[in-house]
């Protein structure tokens, strides 16, 4: 059973930076690109950032881009992301999630930890 | 970029149809994905590649495209089937992922 645990959250002051992490279980996590999206107080979802399987390449969404960093340990089944120069925008809950990406398919993600709560503050 | 967008409400009775709608431009050249999210919970995956249900989800939930527009259909739609739904898709890469703005749905 997939299993994808957040940590790291809290309460931090802007122009701070936050380490989060997400604890990967129950597949072979190296074979996987994963994701962070995170979701505002009463907002809808944005996605943040994508990382390969290999962790070779990186992808940002434009508005986290330069701050933060997305990388992964699969010696540790752990996924990253670096958050620096944090803003009250950047308050949310995030997310880690898995990348399912077939041959002669979509790619999507199906699996998703409980998150974690940034407060910038 | 590209943009989705929803409808941010719907509301029906249960035992009703509900509809919810994702429109884009580029949605002929991208596969659509769904996402349920019960209210404080995490999003649980509904829909692949425009319209293939997850095995773990009811039968009742079912979707579609046409050209620009995909649609989320719940058929006899359940009070547990409450939450916000969320349309996605990736880029022409797979790298880069957009949300729609999601669609509340009532079911009251």
């Known amino acids: 059973q997939v299993q994808l645990v957040e940590s790291g959250g809290g309460v931090v002051q802007p122009g701070k930076s936050l380490r989060l992490s997400c604890a990967a279980s129950?597949?072979?996590?190296?074979?996987?690109?994963m994701h962070w999206v995170r979701q505002a107080p009463g907002k809808g979802l944005e996605w943040v950032a994508f990382?390969?399987?290999?962790?070779?390449?990186?992808y940002y969404a434009d508005s986290m881009k330069g701050r933060f960093t997305i990388s992964r340990d699969d010696s540790r089944n752990t996924l990253y992301l670096q958050m620096n120069s944090l803003r009250g925008e950047d308050t949310a809950v995030y997310f880690c999630a898995r990348d399912i990406a077939p041959p002669d398919s979509g790619s999507y993600v199906d699996s998703w930890g409980q998150g974690t709560l940034v407060t910038v503050s | 970029s590209y943009e989705l967008t929803q409808t941010p409400s719907v509301s029906v009775s249960p035992g009703q149809t509900a509809r919810i709608t994702c429109s884009g431009q580029t949605l002929p050249k991208k596969y659509i994905s769904w996402y349920q999210q019960r209210s404080g919970q995490a999003p649980v995956l509904v829909i692949f590649?425009?319209?293939k249900r997850r095995s773990e989800i009811p039968a009742r939930f079912s979707a579609s495209t046409s050209g620009t527009m995909a649609t989320l259909t719940i058929s006899g739609a359940q009070v547990e089937d409450e939450g916000d739904y969320y349309c996605?898709?990736?880029?022409?890469?797979?790298?880069?992922?957009?949300f729609g703005g999601g669609t509340k749905l009532t079911v009251l």
């Open positions: 590649d425009d319209n």
């Open positions: 129950g597949f072979t996590f190296s074979r996987y690109g």
């Open positions: 990382i390969w399987y290999d962790g070779n390449h990186k």
């Open positions: 996605s898709s990736a880029d022409s890469s797979g790298n880069y992922r957009q």
